[in-house]
């Protein structure tokens, strides 16, 4: 069955970065998309971007831009997020969901920016 | 951005009762290629969302048919009924049609 895994939760420093991952298996990932998304705890969901992994390419919601880079590694079926120059408004639980349907979704990650 | 606009933000219901919750778009989410990419979503309290419904009145695999998508243009519909305890949660409307993609922000169903 499809299953998306993310990685543990995350306490970083404001500046600092992080990089996320979403661990997949249970469907061809090299030819699927992934999108990743932001929740705010009791808000709405915000997509961040997209990536396909068959040639890594892109899609960002301009708020996201400079913010936010997808990455693929097809060799282990992996998808990452990073996440730059983090602020306190940064800190959320983030999501990746696959395809463009967002069918299946990660148990979400919580992320947390503070000194 | 297309703006999603969900109502009620909340309502209660009686378990076996019927609900419906509506999402307007500020566009129209009729893509250039015929399809209308309206989905919904539950977001059970602690879960990650789920998806429910895809194109408007399309069932994602094992939903139940209590569960009901319909609309067109720029308003929706999800009807839920004979409403069971494992329904409470989080209704999210998402469109798919122009990026950046955008939801709603949230119908809050509660079990009376």
């Known amino acids: 069955q499809v299953k998306l895994q993310q990685s543990g939760a995350e306490l970083v420093k404001p500046g600092a970065s992080v990089k996320l991952s979403c661990k997949t298996s249970?469907?061809?990932?090299?030819?699927?998309?992934m999108s990743w998304f932001k929740q705010i705890p009791g808000q709405s969901i915000e997509w961040i971007g997209m990536?396909?992994?068959?040639?890594?390419?892109?899609g960002y919601n301009q708020k996201f831009k400079g913010k936010a880079t997808l990455t693929v590694d097809t060799s282990s079926s992996t998808a990452y997020m990073d996440l730059s120059s983090l602020t306190t408004e940064d800190s959320a639980v983030y999501f990746c969901?696959?395809?463009?349907?967002?069918?299946?979704w990660g148990q979400g990650v919580m992320v947390t920016v503070s000194s | 951005d297309v703006v999603m606009t969900q109502t009620p933000v909340s309502l209660s219901v009686s378990l076996g009762g019927q609900v419906s919750i509506s999402c307007r778009s500020s566009q129209s989410l009729v893509h250039n290629n015929g399809n209308t990419y309206l989905s919904w979503y539950l977001q059970k309290p602690g879960q990650s969302p789920q998806l429910l419904i895809y194109k408007v009145s399309n069932r994602f695999s094992g939903i139940s048919d209590r569960f009901s998508g319909s609309g067109s243009g720029t308003d929706f519909t999800l009807k839920i009924s004979r409403v069971e305890p494992d329904d409470l949660g989080v209704y999210y409307c998402?469109?798919?049609?122009?990026?950046?993609?955008?939801f709603g922000s949230g119908t809050k169903l509660e079990i009376k």
């Open positions: 249970g469907y061809t990932f090299s030819t699927s998309y």
């Open positions: 990536i396909y992994a068959g040639d890594g390419g892109t």
């Open positions: 998402g469109q798919g049609t122009q990026y950046p993609l955008t």
């Open positions: 969901a696959r395809g463009t349907g967002f069918d299946y």
